[in-house]
């Protein structure tokens, strides 16, 4: 079974090509435009990774890493944070909150399509 990754992102130019990418990696790939929307997906069925960037609608990916985090049902569930803010403490807080990587636009896609190999081959 391929494994699953949620997409939470509200730029649809980004989410379009991570779609594109990791479907054509075999991942299995929802989509979330808000915060809310990404916290009853992950409710409703966990993914195995969620790339998850910080200034979303309704739910900022900061709360949002750290409420995933709250449960210790979703331990293994990888968090990646892709996004424009890219200033240290910015990093430190996601790394903080438990996000497994921080990653900052502009991207590499295969660098970006790497790490979340990494993160999941473990499984």
């Known amino acids: 079974m ?9 730029e649809p130019n ?3 090509s991570l779609e594109f990418l990791l479907q054509q990696a ?9 915060g809310q ?13 969620v790339l998850l960037d ?3 609608p309704h739910l900022s990916g900061f709360d949002l ?16 944070m892709l996004t424009a803010k890219g200033r240290e403490v910015e990093i430190s807080k996601g790394l903080a909150l438990g996000a ?16 979340v190999r990494t993160l999941l081959e473990g499984d």
């Open 2 to 10: 391929s494994h699953s990754v949620l997409i939470a992102d509200d």
């Open 14 to 16: 980004i989410v379009i």
């Open 26 to 34: 075999g991942y299995q790939v929802r989509v979330a435009h808000d």
């Open 37 to 49: 929307q990404a916290w009853e997906s992950i409710q409703r069925q966990p993914p195995d990774l």
């Open 54 to 56: 910080v200034m979303l």
């Open 65 to 80: 890493c750290q409420k995933i985090r709250e449960n210790p049902a979703w331990a293994r569930l990888r968090i990646v």
């Open 100 to 115: 497994d990587a921080y990653i900052t636009k502009p991207f590499s896609t295969q660098d970006l399509l790497a790490r």
